[in-house]
């Protein structure tokens, strides 16, 4: 019922800025929320940034604030991770994630409050 596409990935050098796309399709109208998760090669997934999906209140990492910032166009059923300022230690694959059963809990930060899970879109960042 809920897929997600992810988009917009690639290479960047140091101190570049990149931007992430997540197209939802489904029953979206359920969607309590939406989150970015990355994860590196022998890493643990590590959260991102969250967003409401329908108030649009956001929160994220502390090593994030500041760097990214994650939006929503409902319209278009797509979130979006601006990322800027990138170091090295972003090289990660970006995985957005959709949490729309029950037990919602704000701000969702684990990868186990989430349902639904895009394909991952490689960034990697150059020295």
């Known amino acids: 019922q809920v897929q997600l596409v992810e988009s917009g990935g690639g290479l960047v050098q140091a101190g570049g800025s990149l931007r992430l796309s997540c197209a939802a399709s489904?029953?979206?109208?359920?969607?309590?929320?939406m989150g970015w998760f990355r994860q590196a090669p022998g890493e643990e997934r590590e959260f991102v940034a969250a967003?409401?999906?329908?108030?649009?209140?956001?929160y994220y990492a502390d090593s994030m604030k500041g760097r990214f910032t994650i939006s929503r166009d409902n319209a278009k059923n797509t979130v979006y991770l601006q990322m800027n300022s990138l170091k090295p230690e972003d090289t990660a694959v970006y995985y957005c994630?959709?949490?729309?059963?029950?037990?919602?809990?704000?701000?969702?930060?684990?990868?186990?409050?989430?349902?639904?899970w895009g394909q991952g879109a490689q960034v990697t960042v150059s020295s």
């Open positions: 994630a959709a949490d729309w059963t029950h037990g919602h809990r704000w701000p969702a930060t684990d990868p186990y409050e989430y349902d639904s």
């Open positions: 489904g029953r979206t109208f359920s969607f309590y929320a």
């Open positions: 967003i409401s999906w329908s108030g649009g209140s956001t």
